[in-house]
């Protein structure tokens, strides 16, 4: 599967940025997707994972982007997007886009090695 992510950008605090992640390929193997960041200096992150629509399109947040971040994902168009409202400074990172093709339980979507491929990211800039 080949990912490309969209839709970074400045912005700042307060504000809201969409991102969108365009699958290609062997689409029929992303069971899950979700996105993930990595900020300077630290690992990378789970943010946000969805599960197909016909598996009940389940998601499952990060702490730290609940009530603020919503994931969706349109089947149809084997495209996946994550909404970022009330952003704040620490929501400043890389954000990459990231597919399973196993239906893992969702408390295992912060295991990044369940991804079998993964999107060139796109940054994300909250300024204070």
């Known amino acids: 599967v080949q990912l490309q992510a969209s839709g970074g950008g400045l912005v700042q605090a307060g504000g809201y940025l969409s991102l969108s992640c365009a699958a290609s390929?062997?689409?029929?193997?992303?069971?899950?997707m979700a996105w993930f960041r990595q900020a300077p200096g630290k690992e990378r992150e789970f943010v946000a994972g969805i599960s197909r629509s016909r598996s009940g399109g389940t998601t499952y947040y990060a702490d730290s982007v609940k009530g603020r971040f919503t994931i969706s994902r349109d089947d149809a168009k084997n495209s996946m997007y994550l909404q970022m409202n009330s952003l704040k400074p620490e929501d400043t990172a890389v954000y990459y886009c990231a597919t399973c093709p196993i239906a893992y339980a969702s408390t295992s979507w912060g295991n990044q090695q369940i991804y079998d491929s993964w999107g060139q990211g796109t940054q994300v800039t909250v300024s204070s």
């Open positions: 390929g062997r689409t029929f193997s992303t069971d899950i």
